[in-house]
Nanobody
């Protein structure tokens, strides 16, 4: 059974850091592009960061460039998001998504983890 389970969310002060993790199972992890999205109340879902199947290529949304880093460990079937210099605007539910390299129209999604940046 395919599963994506996010962890690491929580409450952090502005300027602080958090590291999110997503554990994958039930599919060939290295054959999937892994992406972090986030959605804040009243806003559309936003792409945060993506990493290619072998970890060789990474892309970031404009709002997080220079602050967030995505990485993956194919031996452990995990993808992580290191978030530094957090701002209140980063408050959102963060979701892990898997899309196969040869896309057939279906993605796998995790349940999300809440990140709250507040003093």
């Amino acid at each position: 059974q395919v599963q994506l389970v996010e962890s690491g969310g929580g409450l952090v002060q502005p300027g602080g850091s958090l590291r999110l993790s997503c554990a994958a199972s039930g599919f060939t992890f290295s054959a999937y592009v892994m992406t972090w999205y986030r959605q804040a109340p009243g806003k559309e879902r936003e792409l945060v960061a993506a990493v290619s199947g072998n970890g060789g290529s990474r892309n970031y949304g404009d709002s997080v460039k220079g602050r967030f880093t995505i990485s993956r460990d194919n031996a452990k079937n995990t993808v992580s998001l290191q978030m530094n210099s957090l701002k209140p605007e980063d408050t959102a539910v963060y979701y892990c998504k898997a899309r196969p390299l040869y896309y057939l129209g279906s993605d796998y999604w995790g349940q999300g983890t809440q990140v709250t940046v507040s003093s």
